[in-house]
């Protein structure tokens, strides 16, 4: 079954460098996602991209990230300068349709110190 | 603003104790509701779509029903490998972004 692929799988960073999480969407995807999830609490959004545009994106996703997809196959949420409170699992993930249900990966764990 | 409440937060039932996990929503015109099931340390994985009051859904043990304010997963003789956190999302008609519930954790017993 084909996979959404995420690395590292774990990143441990000092606060204020900048970290990239890549992701490899579901080749015949068309829409990318970005989400993450404090431990304890919910799922939350941070962006959708769509024909190599940001499509939409809620307010965690300030000036701080960036999105990439540079090659056509790879997917990078960059995190410009981390802050402690950017600890937590960085979730990619992908989808045929805007309305299907998407396909996650097993997530990197964002941890700053 | 649109929310999804998921009830209860935790759930332990002994092996082939059937039950039932609660999603209640508001949205600004639903576009479809979906369940995951997620694992420590793990993403989320896709279970169902609902796209409109009266669908239902199937899989194994699991069967999920839509009305115009919630949703329920049902689960029919649980076995301890159904344990896990089951989470809804809803997306509203405006967005492509998944609104997600705080999830139910489930603890089946053998």
């Known amino acids: 079954e084909p996979e959404v692929t995420q690395t590292p799988s774990h990143q441990v960073t000092q606060m204020g460098q900048e970290v990239i999480l890549r992701c490899v969407p579901i080749?015949?995807?068309?829409?990318f996602y970005w989400y993450r999830q404090i431990l304890g609490q919910k799922v939350e959004f941070l962006v959708s991209?769509?024909?190599?545009?940001?499509?939409?994106k809620s307010e965690i996703f300030d000036d701080q990230f960036s999105v990439e997809r540079p090659d056509g196959s790879n997917f990078t949420l960059k995190i410009r300068s981390t802050k402690l409170e950017d600890s937590a699992m960085y979730f990619c993930?992908?989808?045929?349709?805007?309305?299907?249900?998407?396909?996650f990966g097993s997530g990197t764990r964002l941890t700053v110190v | 603003e649109d929310q999804v409440t998921q009830s209860p937060e935790a759930l332990r039932l002994q092996e082939g104790e059937s039950s039932s996990l609660n999603c209640s929503y508001t949205v600004s015109g639903l576009r479809g509701l979906f369940w995951y099931r997620q694992d420590p340390g793990k993403g989320p994985e896709f279970l169902f779509t609902?796209?409109?009051a009266g669908e239902e859904k199937e899989k194994e043990r699991l069967k999920a029903t839509l009305t115009k304010k919630e949703s329920f997963l049902h689960i029919t003789a649980p076995k301890p490998e159904d344990s896990a956190t089951y989470l809804c999302?809803?997306?509203?008609?405006?967005?492509?972004?998944?609104?997600f519930g705080t999830g139910t954790s489930l603890t089946v017993i053998p």
């Open positions: 999302a809803v997306q509203a008609e405006t967005g492509n972004q998944f609104y």
């Open positions: 080749s015949n995807h068309l829409y």
């Open positions: 991209f769509y024909n190599n545009e940001i499509s939409e």
């Open positions: 609902l796209y409109s």
């Open positions: 993930a992908s989808s045929a349709e805007s309305n299907y249900g998407y396909t």
